[in-house]
């Protein structure tokens, strides 16, 4: 994203930004091994034999609630559905790893108490951004200086170690 005020977060996403587009920048503090979701099954209904999909639900840990009738637009209303994708081998998955960045302590509710909240945001596009690069351009011009003192010294190196002490 490009560097937008109104899309950049250098703090944790606030309720106002639910369902918003943003670009939040943080410290990797831990990452899990990837893994494989599952956000999609067909069923099908056992009185009219509709095929239909359900998809996971992203608020409830990609859990999937049970059909609870038959969406067939010509007034079906059963209640029994057996699902295609076996457990085993689902058919519509995507690999996902989960990613804790260093967040702000929330203030606690009551006194004495910590407030348990967990933040869940879905990433579209993660980017390292290690803020490495004055180090290296520093280290390069540590680099620079020494080969030019020995370049100037090359003649004389007995010179150039008094210089350096």
């Known amino acids: 994203l490009p560097v937008c005020p109104e899309l950049t977060r250098d703090t944790i996403p606030r309720s106002r930004d639910v369902g918003h587009f943003l670009s939040v920048t943080g410290t990797?503090?831990?990452t899990s091994i990837?893994?494989?979701l599952?956000?999609?099954r067909d069923y099908m209904c056992a009185k009219c034999r509709q095929i239909f999909t359900m998809h996971?639900?992203?608020d409830q840990f990609y859990t999937f609630a049970p059909p609870a009738t038959c969406p067939n637009l010509e007034g079906c209303n059963s209640f029994k559905f057996t699902c295609l994708s076996q457990e085993s081998e689902p058919s519509a998955c995507r690999d996902f790893q989960e990613i804790k960045i260093q967040e702000q302590r929330w203030k606690p509710l009551y006194s004495d108490s910590t407030c348990d909240v967990e933040l869940v945001l879905q990433a579209n596009n993660i980017e390292v951004n290690n803020q490495q690069t004055t180090a290296t351009l520093l280290m390069e011009d540590i680099q620079k200086e020494f080969k030019d003192f020995w370049e100037s010294h090359r003649n004389d190196p007995i010179a150039a170690i008094v210089v350096a002490m």
Request: net charge negative.
């Open 56 to 58: 996971a639900d992203f």
């Open 38 to 40: 599952e956000y999609e």
């Open 34 to 36: 990837t893994k494989v």
């Open 28 to 30: 990797v503090i831990r």
